[in-house]
């Protein structure tokens, strides 16, 4: 036996070699012959993983990091918790995949999540369950909204993402593959730094309603009232970008007054991630849609829902999205995770830890190379450009994420072009990890800028 097939404890990083190593470059060689160029993140991360633990990953080679990407946060409890584990195993001898039919695991499941709904919500709310990808959640939105309303249009914001499927995407606004979608619009969003008025908060508060509310007012053949207003309530792809209050306020004030159904994406901010439940309850909000999927079975099992009002309950079947819709080991790792947020403190956890990522990035305030730090519980981004031209730096944090993955943090890129360094960590990652990480990406981040001067 080697070492590899009884691998030690994963405690700490340590990388031992030139990444990639022999063992991982055998997997990526391969990979690359497979797979198209169009496959993500991993392409940057030059790393082939055997196995994890927590908040902590193995390469082939013996190399431990850091995951603080977690599966673009689909992990949210990390790698192998062993409850979650456990509740799996103990279904897989029982029923794995059960379409719609009525099962004690999805009992158990659906019980649990209308529970964490603010109390007000859970009488009203209905669940439909969708294929296993957020997309498919995000067009079942959108299918039940142009049905209850008898509208087909759709307002987006500028700097979202809402996945891969055709119309999903098309809520991104047009994207290299794929045009806008005819009746979407996309008025500008929250983020300050980017808004029409200029850098000025104030004028920005003011300005990205006032359009809006202008876009939903100026009806006529061509823009009729749409059939819903989808808002993400923190931009992660688009560069880990928290709405501003009021702003979040006027839009569902608008929506309400124009009885425009408001469905809010919860894909990457729900079960948690921002320190509640759904990050709508930290805005004072109720949506008419939730939509909800990557870290709803806390372990990477895929599943994805939509909760509504059920006011808008008027399809009829079949209105089904996908044949993957009834993962029973999704709906008994799920049920288990929110036992252990809750017996945990988890949610506790998250803005304990997301108040330590401030204070611990809160040097970079004053980082020539660093135009924003910006997060909200365990989200957070470090947006990077050129101090001379002010133009987006994608190269220097495709260097700050290659000289972390060599110290042993793995983390994402995003926002425009790539310039924005993301960190998504488990909800349970511990203080001296997030310690560790965050001594990791300011080291790695100094040698890049030294480079780049």
Known sequence: MTALEHPAPLTGPAVRCDLPGPRSAEYLARQDRREPNSRGGPRRLPIAITDGSGSFV????GNVFVDFLAGEGVLSLGHN????VAAMTAQLGKLTHALDFATPAKDEFSEAQLAMLPEALRPRMKLHFCGPAGTT???????????ATGRGGVVSFQGRFHRGAHAALGLSGPRPGAGALPAV????YSSCPRCPAGPDPDACAATCPDLL????????ADHPLPGAVVLELVQGEGGVVPARADFVHRVRELTRELDIPLIVDELRTGCGRTGTWFAFERYGIEPDVIVASQALSGIGSPVSLIIYDERLDDWVPPPRLGAFRGNQLAFAAGARAIEVVNRDGLLDNVVERGDQFEQLLSPLASHPWVTDVRGTGLMWGIEL???????????LALAVQNHALRRGLIVELGGRGDSVVRLLPPLNVAADVVRTAAGILLAALDTATRAAR
Request: proline share 14%; net charge negative; glycine share 2%.
């Open 213 to 220: 509310e202008r876009s939903l007012h100026d009806l006529d």
């Open 81 to 84: 918790h062993p409850e979650l």
């Open 137 to 147: 959640a995000v067009e079942a939105a959108l299918k039940l909204c142009k049905t």
């Open 185 to 188: 619009r996309y008025p500008p």
């Open 385 to 395: 450009a050129d101090p001379r031209t002010g133009a987006p730096a994608p190269e």
């Open 58 to 61: 193995r390469d082939a080679d």
